[in-house]
């Protein structure tokens, strides 16, 4: 009696958990939505995201070197500071090229007084010998019209022969002298120009001495070859620097102002990459800033790493953005694919994933739900285009709770999937 008590009780308790399970079940609703959001029209874009890095543009980044060796005296700037074009920003000890540059230029005075000296001397001994010419070619004339005169007498038997004789000796000598009047005027001329030929080389011999060692020591100050922000400083004042093969690097000065912005692009988005596209990029410095910018270039040479294929999109950075931006900086990129001014969307927090299908849950003007598999178009971060199954200003679920009563044994509810490599659709 006791055992069929005990049974009966048994089967009296599993018939109450029973029945409070089945009570539970069937009074518990489907699906309890806690926020909707409108079925509207809006833009939607459709994106990539990539991740950059800001970059110094090419010339951007100079490190200036040294090519004289010596010790540095002053070292007039350190990290941080600003520098100019032609800014003086070391000097190296120069007193040893001084002294060579004050020879160099004794010497040159030295061949430019010898130019000057030959350019006054010879024109004198020029004129010298014209003045003798002139005079031997005068006394020539006299002798030969003498000599004419006396010819005549000499055959009416006036003069003797002998007197006739010597006036035409004379007048010969005096056509010789005038020959070698006129040989030494010429040889004076010749000497002129050679001489001062030569003078003139010596003093360029001794111009180009003097420029290099000129060049030499404006090796010795160091001087900034663009304007912008010393980054590196690697020598101090009393070090010694030797010059070799290689120039000794000592400062290196950025122009933060020339930046670009480098995207490594997955090779499986590579071809919806563009030159012209529109992209916006955040930094994690300005977590609040939007930076704009557009696709440039893309590069046709790959870069691998971790053997996955990228390519670099080159993207110009303005001198408004460069003055929040520093080199370096990691950006997180959108590079704007496809974009529709004003399409019907929904967020993309009302598409739900059940039982692997994607559906939306519309609320009816009577409090019921409705479960539709959209028809989606360009899928973007926070919107979507529909183009079937939904119309203007039905409202949509964002955020629900799926009770037991509704068909799925999913214990999570997620909305849409994202692609390879970071690559996603966007939207606003």
Do not use: C
Request: neutral net charge.
């Amino acid at each position: 009696m006791i055992k069929k008590l005990v049974v009966l009780g048994v089967v009296l308790l599993l018939a109450a958990v029973g029945y409070g399970i089945w009570h539970s079940r069937h009074s518990q609703p489907a699906v309890r939505i806690l926020q909707t959001a409108e079925v509207k029209r809006g833009a939607v874009r459709q994106v990539l995201e990539q991740t950059g890095i800001i970059k110094p543009q090419v010339g951007a980044i100079v490190k200036i070197g040294a090519r004289a060796t010596g010790v540095i005296e002053r070292m007039l700037v350190k990290v941080g500071d600003r520098v100019a074009v032609g800014q003086l920003v070391a000097q190296i000890d120069n007193r040893e090229i001084r002294s060579q540059l004050a020879e160099a230029r004794a010497r040159y005075q030295a061949r430019q007084a010898e130019l000057s000296r030959i350019e006054q001397i010879y024109p004198l001994r020029i004129r010298e010998a014209e003045a003798q010419l002139a005079l031997a070619e005068t006394a020539t004339e006299y002798l030969l019209s003498n000599y004419q005169r006396l010819a005549r007498l000499a055959e009416e038997g006036i003069i003797s022969q002998d007197e006739l004789d010597n006036v035409r000796q004379k007048s010969e000598v005096e056509q010789r002298l005038v020959a070698a009047r006129q040989a030494a005027l010429e040889r004076e001329r010749r000497e002129f120009v050679e001489e001062r030929h030569k003078a003139d080389l010596a003093m360029q011999e001794a111009e180009a001495q003097r420029s290099a060692v000129k060049i030499r020591l404006s090796y010795t100050e160091i001087v900034s070859p663009l304007a912008g922000t010393v980054s590196q400083v690697t020598a101090q004042e009393g070090e010694t620097i030797v010059s070799g093969l290689q120039v000794a690097n000592l400062i290196t000065v950025l122009d933060t102002s020339r930046l670009e912005m480098w995207i490594y692009v997955d090779e499986t988005d590579v071809g919806q990459v563009k030159i012209g596209q529109s992209l916006e990029f955040r930094v994690d410095a300005w977590p609040e800033q939007i930076f704009k910018g557009t696709v440039a270039a893309v590069y046709p040479e790959p870069d691998v790493r971790e053997n996955i294929v990228y390519y670099r999109a080159l993207v110009a950075v303005s001198v408004e953005q460069a003055k929040l931006l520093r080199p370096e900086m990691t950006t997180q990129v959108q590079i704007v694919v496809a974009e529709k001014a004003d399409a019907l969307r929904l967020p993309n927090a009302a598409l739900k994933w059940v039982d692997g299908r994607q559906l939306v849950f519309v609320q009816q003007a009577d409090g019921s739900v409705r479960q539709v598999v959209p028809e989606l178009g360009l899928v973007g971060v926070s919107h979507s285009e529909v183009t079937g199954g939904l119309q203007v200003g039905e409202k949509v679920a964002t955020q629900l709770v799926l009770g037991q009563g509704a068909a799925t044994n999913q214990s999570a509810v997620k909305g849409p999937g994202s692609n390879r490599s970071g690559g996603r659709g966007g939207g606003r």
